[in-house]
């Protein structure tokens, strides 16, 4: 599957943006998809995940309650909505693919978008 984000930017803290991540090429709705961020230096962390309906949803605990991941199937695209952002929240944002259920690790996942950088400014 060929995964392309887009939505990334610059904003002030406190505002908010939203990732998306357009699906091709393979069936969408078998797969979990994840989103993760890496800053400069620092290794790339799990941010948000969701199973093939999108009745789970798992999260890390930065982002718990300001971070909504979504999904509709019937569009091959996923969501991440981010609000409230903090400077902290700066990296380059990936979405990823497996087949199995959604996990943390982002060595288990099997397709890779491009990387997208969200700026939050103080």
């Known amino acids: 599957v060929q995964l392309q984000a887009s939505g990334g930017g610059l904003v002030q803290a406190g505002g908010s943006l939203r990732l998306s991540c357009a699906a091709s090429?393979?069936?969408?709705?078998?797969?979990?998809m994840g989103w993760f961020r890496q800053a400069p230096g620092e290794e790339r962390e799990f941010v948000a995940a969701?199973?093939?309906?999108?009745?789970?949803?798992y999260y890390a605990e930065s982002v718990k309650g300001r971070f909504t991941i979504s999904r509709d199937n019937a569009k091959n695209t996923l969501y991440l909505q981010m609000n409230s952002l903090k400077p902290e929240d700066t990296a380059v944002y990936y979405c990823a693919a497996r087949l199995m259920a959604p996990r943390t690790e982002p060595n288990v996942y099997d397709y890779w978008g491009q990387g997208i950088q969200v700026t939050v400014s103080s």
């Open positions: 969701i199973n093939w309906s999108g009745g789970g949803r």
């Open positions: 090429g393979r069936t969408f709705s078998n797969y979990a």
